[in-house]
């Protein structure tokens, strides 16, 4: 086999992984009452990964218009799942950045995928799974994602501070 039909097969295998997880995330947002698209979802991961972001930055991130962005974040902000805020630097600058409630969704959300993926991964023959580890990490790698233990610990740290904040504001 050539070197460029191995390259296809990889190509297509992935594909193949891919179309499952998207299955997987399309089925984690479903019958949510916050009724969140996926594009939406991936703006509240985006900033939940890399902390209150300017419209024109996450529009890069996640490589659309900023006016597109600017529009899904309208309707996050009407969900209450992000709130918008001025800097105090530059006026003219808007930081969009999670809400309670969008890191309330996040994680519920995150359980549910964590459900569905554990189960699909209980299907697999345990002497593949560390082939599968290492070939999803590189690809992860080379796609240049943010390890998920990154960006969930750190809305995890924010949903404690938001805790203790609420508690030490009721005293």
């Known amino acids: 086999m050539s070197a460029q039909d191995e390259d296809e097969r990889l190509v297509d295998a992935v594909l193949g992984a891919s179309r499952a997880l998207v299955a997987v995330a399309a089925r984690s947002l479903d019958g949510l009452a ?39 974040c309208d309707r996050l902000v009407r969900k209450h799942l992000i709130h918008r805020r001025r800097a105090s630097a530059d006026r003219r600058a808007v930081r969009v950045a999670l809400a309670a409630e969008g890191h309330r969704l996040i994680d519920e959300v995150s359980e549910r995928r964590r459900a569905q993926i554990g189960a699909i991964l209980a299907r697999m023959p345990s002497q593949d799974r560390p082939a599968v580890l290492r070939a999803l990490r590189a690809f992860a790698d080379a796609a240049g994602t943010v390890p998920e233990q990154d960006w969930s610990l750190g809305w995890r740290l924010h949903q404690l501070q938001s805790s203790a904040e609420a508690v030490g504001s009721a005293r």
């Open 34 to 72: 916050e009724d969140v698209t996926l594009a939406q979802y991936r703006v509240l991961v985006e900033l939940a990964a890399r902390g209150p972001q300017r419209i024109a930055d996450l529009a890069a991130v996640l490589g659309v218009e900023s006016s597109t962005v600017t529009r899904m």
